[in-house]
């Protein structure tokens, strides 16, 4: 399988709640800003991210960070609601 199909395949794995938690990552906030934000726990924000990086194949958020921004650039981003 091509490495750009095996990409977009990981792309359309991650939920809309997944979504909204990268992209709050990717802006450089904390767990607990991030759950603050979402009206969640810390500790429920870290088992979010630790699936999201087994989903899309990073092990950190600065990948996860670089990532998203490589999808932003491609259109993968859906609007905010």
């Known amino acids: 399988m091509p490495a750009r ?12 709640r997944q979504q909204q938690i990268v992209e709050l990552v990717a802006q450089g906030l904390k ?9 969640i726990c810390a500790h429920v924000v ?13 092990s950190n958020r600065v990948e996860l ?7 932003r650039h491609e259109g993968w981003v859906r609007p905010a609601a």
């Open 5 to 16: 199909k095996r990409l977009l395949d990981r792309t359309r794995q991650v939920s809309r």
């Open 31 to 39: 767990n607990c800003e991030i759950g603050a934000e979402l009206g």
């Open 46 to 58: 870290r088992n979010y991210i630790s699936a999201i990086y087994d989903k899309v194949g990073v």
């Open 65 to 71: 960070a670089l990532w998203y921004e490589a999808r």
